[in-house]
């Protein structure tokens, strides 16, 4: 089979890429495009450290096909950052020490970013339910739900 043309665009600027029709989104954006911010944790969509926007909606971008993403919007983990500085849910997951060897943590940035975007107040629990398809393998998880609540402190200006 050929390589098919997409064009999507990806932190606010536009690719025109030739993919294999079974590349993932991640590969194809980790491999093709240079953003190594996302990453392969499972490769079965189950942990969550490749979590992207498409046109808005958080997925699993190892289980979605690149040809999947055609005409679309993604955002990255690097797509949240501007002029060179960390969005508030960024600069919380520092600040809070949730980063431990990092590798889910641009996974749960972004569930934590779109959990904010859609619930600027979340409680504990709501924070705990919104990330639930993001799994880290090194923390317990309390300084993680810390920095999203933190987080959403600063964007509402608390």
Known sequence: MPKRLINLTVNGEAYEVAVEPWWSLLYTVREELGLTGSKEGCGTGDCGACSMLVDGRLVTSCIMLAVE??????????????????????????????????????????????????????????????????LCRCTGYAKIYEAVLAAAERMRGD
């Open 69 to 134: 993403a055609d005409g679309c919007q993604v955002t990255t983990i690097e797509g949240l950052a501007t002029d060179g500085n960390l969005h508030p849910v960024q600069q919380a997951f520092v600040e809070k020490g949730a980063v431990q060897c990092g590798y889910c943590i641009p996974g749960m940035v972004m569930a934590a970013y779109d959990l904010l975007r859609r619930n600027p107040n979340p409680t504990l629990e709501e924070v705990r339910l919104g990330l639930a398809g993001n």
